[in-house]
């Protein structure tokens, strides 16, 4: 099943910033099991509203059924890696 993580960001959010150091070491361990999608919050203000994005950083996990699960805020790589793990079950 194709799992999808969505990061929304923006340039001057600072733990966006922590985040993204999280989410590189993700992608090098478990990169092959899902997919990345980087979105910055300024340029796409249309898909945020979609997904009720209010704080940054947010992250979305989802699959063909749509979203596993959402995190608010600066999120370890372990409880990212679960959602990951349940999504694509």
């Not at 966006?16 to 992608?27: F, G, P, R, S, Y």
């Amino acid at each position: 099943m194709a799992v999808t993580l969505k990061d929304f960001y923006a340039d001057w959010c600072g733990p966006c910033k922590t985040q993204d150091t999280i989410l590189e070491e993700l992608e090098d361990a478990r990169g092959d099991e899902f997919d990345i999608e980087k979105i910055n919050v300024d340029e796409n203000q249309e898909l945020a509203n979609d997904y009720q994005v209010r704080s940054l950083p947010t992250l979305i996990v989802e699959n063909e059924d749509g979203v596993v699960e959402r995190f608010i805020g600066v999120t370890q790589q372990e409880d990212i890696e679960q959602a990951i793990d349940q999504a694509s079950a």
